[in-house]
């Protein structure tokens, strides 16, 4: 498993979700040695991985982290299969504390308030 806490500025959560894959795929690219077999992908089901595997469609406001993702799969598809599983939310327990300690950063950094 890889993580990355990466400051979006203030972003809605589903933009950060998107943000979220296209880093992974970014980390993929550049450290493919460290993976074998194919990469699971864990997000939320309405956002990310029904769009992306095209059982529904992401919104207009999404759309262009949508087409970054997607074309980075790919073109990594030669060489990596992708398996996207649906996680709520609610019970994604590891995403969401990366989540708080990518805000927490944030705000030690600039003292701004982060997601209110």
Do not use: W
């Amino acid at each position: 498993m890889a993580e990355a806490k990466i400051p979006l500025g203030r972003v809605t959560n589903n933009v950060a979700e998107f943000n979220g894959l296209i880093a992974g795929i970014q980390l993929l690219r550049e450290q493919p040695q460290k993976v074998e077999g194919p990469v699971r992908v864990r997000g939320d089901p309405q956002v990310v991985i029904d769009p992306v595997n095209g059982t529904a469609v992401c919104n207009s406001i999404l759309r262009p982290y949508f087409l970054q993702a997607t074309a980075n799969m790919a073109d990594l598809s030669p060489r990596f299969s992708f398996n996207l599983e649906n996680v709520l939310r609610r019970r994604n327990i590891d995403a969401d504390a990366s989540s708080n300690a990518a805000m927490d950063m944030v705000q030690a950094e600039t003292g701004a308030q982060v997601g209110q």
